[in-house]
C-alpha cells in the first residue's frame, strides 16, 4: 500500500506564487510516475503535471512555462512550483503516483487564486 499526503496549499492573489509537495509512503518500488491533478468545482479532474523517476516532465499547456514540477528520489517527495498563478488556476489539486499498474491518489489540497 502507498499513501501520499499533499501540503502548501491556500489563498493567494493573482500573480502570486505557490509550491504544493507531496510525501509519498509505503510499499514504493524504485519506477514510478507521480503527477499533480486538479479539479475546480463543476469540472472534470485533470492532469497538470507530470513526472518520471528518470525526470522526464510533462505539463498541461495551460501551465506551461509558469509551473514547474520536480522530485526528491530519496525523500520519495515530488514538488509543484506555481508561478503567475490565476483564478482559473483554482481548484482542488490532487497527488498521484502510478506504479506496477496500479494508482494512488492523495487527499487533495486547495488552492484559491483570488483578489
Known amino acids: 500500500q502507498v499513501q501520499l499526503v499533499e501540503s502548501g496549499g491556500g489563498l493567494v492573489q493573482p500573480g502570486g506564487s505557490l509550491r504544493l509537495s507531496c510525501a509519498a509512503s509505503g510499499s514504493i518500488f524504485s519506477i514510478y510516475t507521480m503527477g499533480w491533478y486538479r479539479q475546480a468545482p463543476g469540472k472534470q479532474r485533470e492532469l497538470v503535471a507530470a513526472i518520471t523517476s528518470g525526470g522526464t516532465q510533462n505539463y498541461v499547456d495551460s501551465v506551461k512555462g509558469r509551473f514547474t514540477v520536480s522530485r526528491d528520489n530519496a525523500k520519495n517527495t515530488m514538488y509543484l512550483q506555481m508561478n503567475g498563478l490565476k483564478p482559473e488556476d483554482t481548484a482542488v489539486y490532487y497527488c498521484?503516483?502510478?506504479?506496477?499498474?496500479?494508482?494512488?491518489w492523495g487527499q487533495g489540497t486547495q488552492v484559491t487564486v483570488s483578489s
Open positions: 498521484n503516483l502510478y506504479q506496477k499498474l496500479r494508482t494512488y
